[in-house]
C-alpha cells in the first residue's frame, strides 16, 4: 500500500501535462520513459506547479500511442517497470508534486485479453464484455455511427458473426459499460493504481462510456450546420448530431461508481474530458460525481476576444458552484502558439496566454513545450505516426506536431533528448527554445511562466476570488478577479495593434511590477503594445 500526497489539491491547481514517449529518454531508445520523467522532476518542480498529469503508459500495442490499452495493470516495457512507477511516485511527493494519470476506460486495444475472448463466440463468459450486434439483412453496420478516426464505428468479426462497436480506431474496441461485470471489474482496476499512491485520474472520453441500447441511427446536421465539437470540421464524423452514440443519460450512473471508489482514498482529484455537442451542460451534470470537467472550448475556439469572453462567461454562469478547468493545449491538437498565434512575436503572443490562463478562475493543464513557446511541428507524411493524421492527410495532420520531443540542450543531437534517433523528430525551429538555454536567460518565456505560476499562488483575488468581465474595446479583455483581501484588474491586449486604456476610474491602482512586464504609463492612460497586458491591484 502506498501513501497518497497527504494535502489536498488545490482548488485551482496548476497541473503539467506530460506526454511520456516525448518528454525525456533515460535509456536512449529513441522514447521516452517513467525514469526519464523521474530524473526531470526538479525541472517540473521548479515551475511551481502543483502536480503532473501524465498521459497513458500501460501495456498497449501503440496504434494509438498508450490509448489502446492491453493490461490496465501493468507497464508497457518502452516506458519501464511498475518499479519504474514506484520510484517516480515517492519522488514526486517527496518534492511535493502530485501525479495523476490517464484513464482510458471506454476502450480497450483489441490485443486486450477480454476481447480475445469475447470475440470467440456469443456463449463465453465475456460475451457480453464488448459492444456486439448483429449485421442488417443487406449485410452491413447495425446503424450509421461513426468513427472519430475515419469510416464506420463498426467492424465485422467474422469468427463471431456479429459487428463491434469501436468509437476511433478499429483496433480500440469499446467496452459495454451495460454489463455489470465490467463495471466491477474496471473499479478494481481504479484501486490497483489508487493503492499504488496516485493522487487522481484524468478519464479520457468520459462521455463515451454508455452507448444507446436500442442503437439507433444518429441525426445528420443540415447544411449551415456547425460540426460536432472536438473534430476537424471536413471529418465525417463532425456532420452528425451524437445523440446516441455517447453521452447518455445512464451516464451518469458510471461516474457515481467511479465516485464511490475515490471517496475510499484521501484527496483524490477526478477530471473527465468530455467532448460533446453540449458540453456545457454535459460538464456540470458530470460534476456531481467528478471533480472538474476538461472541455475541448477552449482548444477550438478562433482567436477573438469576444468569443473567448463568451466562452468563459458561459462556464462561470454554469460553473459557480465548481471550479472550471481550462487548458489552451494539449496532446491532440495543434499547439496554441501555433493555432492562435500565427504570425504574431512569439515570446510576446505565449506570454500574453499564459497571463490569460493564470490569471483567469480556474484549475489550469499547462502542456509539456507550451512553457518554452514550443510551435506546431510540421511532420513530413512519410515520418507522420499518429493513424490519425495518415487517414485524413493532407487537410489534416494528425497529432504528431504537437507532440514532438521536449528540447532540453540546444548544443546537443535530439536537443538532449536521446542518443538514439527519436520516434518523431525533434524539430529543428524548437533548439533555440531548449530548457537548459531559457533557464540561463533571465527574461526567457519559462522563467516568467516560473515567476507568474509563484506569484499567482500568493494572490488572494486568483486564489480564491471570483471573476468580472468589464467593457473593454474590441481586441481586448479586462476583467476583475475579486475577494475581501483584494482586488485584480487584468487588461489584455488580444489585438496586433498598441492600445490605449483608460485608468481614471481607479485612482488608487498600483501596477504589479515583480513580474518582467513591460507597460507605458502617460499620466491615466495606460498603452500596451501588440499583445500586451497589464496586472493592476484596485483594492
Same mark, same amino acid.
Given at each position: 500500500?502506498?501513501?497518497?500526497? !497527504?494535502?489536498?489539491?488545490?482548488?485551482?491547481?496548476?497541473?503539467?501535462?506530460?506526454?511520456?514517449? !516525448?518528454?525525456?529518454?533515460?535509456?536512449?531508445?529513441?522514447?521516452?520513459?517513467?525514469?526519464?520523467?523521474?530524473?526531470?522532476?526538479?525541472?517540473?518542480?521548479?515551475?511551481?506547479? =502543483?502536480?503532473?498529469?501524465?498521459?497513458?503508459?500501460?501495456? /498497449?500495442?501503440?496504434?494509438?500511442?498508450?490509448?489502446?490499452?492491453?493490461?490496465?495493470?501493468?507497464?508497457?516495457?518502452?516506458?519501464?517497470?511498475?518499479?519504474?512507477?514506484?520510484?517516480?511516485?515517492?519522488?514526486?511527493?517527496?518534492?511535493?508534486?502530485?501525479?495523476?494519470?490517464?484513464?482510458?476506460?471506454?476502450?480497450?486495444?483489441?490485443?486486450?485479453?477480454?476481447?480475445?475472448?469475447?470475440?470467440? &463466440?456469443? @456463449?463465453?463468459?465475456?460475451? &457480453?464484455?464488448?459492444?456486439?450486434?448483429?449485421?442488417?439483412?443487406?449485410?452491413?453496420?447495425?446503424?450509421?455511427?461513426?468513427?472519430?478516426?475515419?469510416?464506420?464505428?463498426?467492424?465485422?468479426?467474422?469468427?463471431?458473426?456479429?459487428?463491434?462497436?469501436?468509437?476511433?480506431?478499429?483496433?480500440?474496441? =469499446?467496452?459495454?459499460?451495460?454489463?455489470?461485470?465490467?463495471?466491477?471489474?474496471?473499479?478494481?482496476?481504479?484501486?490497483?493504481?489508487?493503492? %499504488?499512491?496516485?493522487?487522481?485520474?484524468?478519464?479520457? +472520453?468520459?462521455?463515451?462510456?454508455?452507448?444507446?441500447?436500442?442503437?439507433?441511427?444518429?441525426? #445528420?446536421?443540415?447544411?449551415?450546420?456547425?460540426?460536432?465539437?472536438?473534430?476537424?470540421?471536413?471529418?465525417?464524423?463532425?456532420?452528425?448530431?451524437?445523440?446516441?452514440?455517447?453521452?447518455?443519460?445512464?451516464?451518469?450512473?458510471?461516474?457515481?461508481?467511479?465516485? !464511490?471508489?475515490?471517496?475510499?482514498?484521501?484527496? #483524490?482529484?477526478?477530471?473527465? *474530458?468530455?467532448?460533446?455537442?453540449? /458540453?456545457?451542460?454535459? @460538464?456540470?451534470?458530470?460534476?456531481?460525481?467528478? &471533480?472538474?470537467?476538461?472541455?475541448?472550448?477552449?482548444?477550438?475556439?478562433?482567436?477573438?476576444?469576444?468569443?473567448?469572453?463568451?466562452?468563459?462567461?458561459?462556464?462561470?454562469?454554469?460553473?459557480?458552484?465548481?471550479?472550471?478547468?481550462?487548458?489552451? @493545449?494539449?496532446?491532440?491538437?495543434? %499547439?496554441?502558439?501555433? %493555432?492562435?498565434?500565427? *504570425?504574431?512575436?512569439?515570446?510576446?503572443?505565449?506570454?500574453?496566454?499564459?497571463?490569460?490562463?493564470?490569471?483567469?478562475? +480556474?484549475?489550469?493543464?499547462?502542456?509539456?513545450? *507550451?512553457?518554452?513557446?514550443?510551435?506546431?511541428?510540421?511532420?513530413?507524411?512519410?515520418?507522420?505516426?499518429?493513424?490519425?493524421?495518415?487517414?485524413?492527410?493532407?487537410?489534416?495532420?494528425?497529432?504528431?506536431?504537437?507532440?514532438?520531443?521536449?528540447?532540453?540542450?540546444?548544443?546537443?543531437?535530439?536537443?538532449?533528448?536521446?542518443?538514439?534517433?527519436?520516434?518523431?523528430?525533434?524539430?529543428?525551429?524548437?533548439?533555440?527554445?531548449?530548457?537548459?538555454?531559457?533557464?540561463?536567460?533571465?527574461?526567457?518565456?519559462?522563467?516568467?511562466?516560473?515567476?507568474?505560476?509563484?506569484?499567482?499562488?500568493?494572490?488572494?483575488?486568483?486564489?480564491?476570488?471570483?471573476?468580472?468581465?468589464?467593457?473593454?474595446?474590441?481586441?481586448?479583455?479586462?476583467?476583475?478577479? %475579486?475577494?475581501?483581501?483584494?482586488?485584480?484588474?487584468?487588461?489584455?491586449? $488580444? @489585438?496586433?495593434?498598441?492600445?490605449?486604456?483608460?485608468?481614471?476610474?481607479?485612482?488608487?491602482? !498600483?501596477?504589479?511590477?515583480?513580474?518582467?512586464?513591460? #507597460?507605458?504609463?502617460?499620466?491615466?492612460?495606460?498603452?500596451?503594445?501588440?499583445?500586451?497586458?497589464? $496586472?493592476? =491591484?484596485?483594492?
Amino acid at each position: 500500500m502506498y501513501l497518497q500526497h !497527504s494535502k489536498p489539491w488545490p482548488e485551482n491547481a496548476v497541473i503539467y501535462q506530460v506526454y511520456p514517449r !516525448s518528454f525525456y529518454d533515460s535509456n536512449n531508445d529513441g522514447i521516452g520513459d517513467l525514469k526519464g520523467i523521474t530524473q526531470k522532476l526538479d525541472y517540473i518542480a521548479s515551475l511551481g506547479v =502543483d502536480g503532473i498529469w501524465i498521459s497513458p503508459f500501460f501495456m /498497449s500495442p501503440m496504434k494509438d500511442f498508450g490509448y489502446d490499452v492491453s493490461d490496465y495493470c501493468a507497464v508497457d516495457p518502452i516506458f519501464g517497470t511498475l518499479e519504474d512507477f514506484h520510484e517516480l511516485i515517492h519522488e514526486a511527493h517527496k518534492r511535493d508534486l502530485k501525479i495523476m494519470i490517464d484513464q482510458v476506460l471506454s476502450h480497450t486495444s483489441d490485443e486486450h485479453a477480454w476481447f480475445s475472448e469475447s470475440k470467440q &463466440n456469443k @456463449s463465453n463468459p465475456k460475451k &457480453n464484455w464488448y459492444v456486439w450486434a448483429d449485421a442488417k439483412e443487406d449485410g452491413s453496420p447495425p446503424n450509421n455511427w461513426l468513427s472519430v478516426f475515419g469510416g464506420s464505428a463498426w467492424e465485422w468479426e467474422e469468427s463471431r458473426g456479429q459487428y463491434y462497436l469501436h468509437n476511433f480506431l478499429t483496433q480500440q474496441p =469499446d467496452l459495454n459499460f451495460h454489463e455489470p461485470q465490467v463495471i466491477k471489474t474496471l473499479e478494481s482496476v481504479l484501486s490497483f493504481w489508487l493503492d %499504488r499512491g496516485v493522487d487522481g485520474f484524468r478519464l479520457d +472520453a468520459a462521455n463515451f462510456y454508455l452507448h444507446d441500447r436500442l442503437l439507433r441511427d444518429n441525426p #445528420i446536421r443540415k447544411n449551415g450546420e456547425p460540426g460536432a465539437e472536438g473534430v476537424p470540421a471536413d471529418n465525417p464524423y463532425s456532420r452528425q448530431h451524437h445523440i446516441y452514440d455517447k453521452s447518455q443519460p445512464e451516464n451518469l450512473i458510471i461516474l457515481r461508481h467511479i465516485r !464511490s471508489i475515490m471517496d475510499r482514498y484521501p484527496n #483524490i482529484l477526478t477530471i473527465g *474530458e468530455v467532448g460533446d455537442d453540449n /458540453s456545457t451542460e454535459t @460538464s456540470v451534470a458530470y460534476c456531481e460525481h467528478l &471533480n472538474h470537467v476538461y472541455s475541448f472550448k477552449l482548444l477550438e475556439l478562433p482567436f477573438q476576444d469576444r468569443l473567448i469572453q463568451e466562452t468563459i462567461e458561459a462556464f462561470e454562469k454554469a460553473f459557480s458552484k465548481n471550479t472550471p478547468c481550462y487548458s489552451f @493545449s494539449n496532446h491532440d491538437v495543434v %499547439r496554441a502558439i501555433t %493555432r492562435w498565434g500565427k *504570425e504574431y512575436p512569439e515570446k510576446n503572443f505565449a506570454k500574453l496566454l499564459i497571463t490569460m490562463l493564470l490569471t483567469l478562475r +480556474a484549475t489550469v493543464f499547462i502542456y509539456q513545450g *507550451e512553457e518554452l513557446g514550443l510551435s506546431e511541428s510540421d511532420i513530413p507524411f512519410e515520418k507522420i505516426q499518429d493513424p490519425y493524421g495518415k487517414e485524413f492527410y493532407p487537410k489534416f495532420k494528425g497529432r504528431d506536431g504537437c507532440r514532438t520531443p521536449l528540447p532540453w540542450k540546444q548544443d546537443q543531437a535530439n536537443a538532449g533528448f536521446s542518443k538514439s534517433e527519436p520516434w518523431l523528430p525533434v524539430d529543428e525551429n524548437h533548439y533555440t527554445k531548449a530548457i537548459e538555454q531559457q533557464t540561463s536567460e533571465a527574461l526567457s518565456l519559462l522563467n516568467y511562466y516560473r515567476e507568474l505560476i509563484h506569484w499567482r499562488k500568493k494572490q488572494p483575488a486568483l486564489q480564491k476570488g471570483d471573476l468580472q468581465f468589464l467593457d473593454s474595446s474590441e481586441g481586448a479583455l479586462v476583467y476583475v478577479r %475579486r475577494n475581501e483581501e483584494q482586488i485584480l484588474l487584468i487588461i489584455l491586449n $488580444l @489585438s496586433n495593434q498598441q492600445k490605449t486604456f483608460d485608468l481614471n476610474a481607479y485612482p488608487h491602482y !498600483s501596477i504589479l511590477c515583480d513580474l518582467n512586464i513591460d #507597460i507605458m504609463l502617460e499620466g491615466s492612460r495606460l498603452k500596451l503594445s501588440p499583445f500586451g497586458f497589464a $496586472l493592476l =491591484d484596485i483594492t
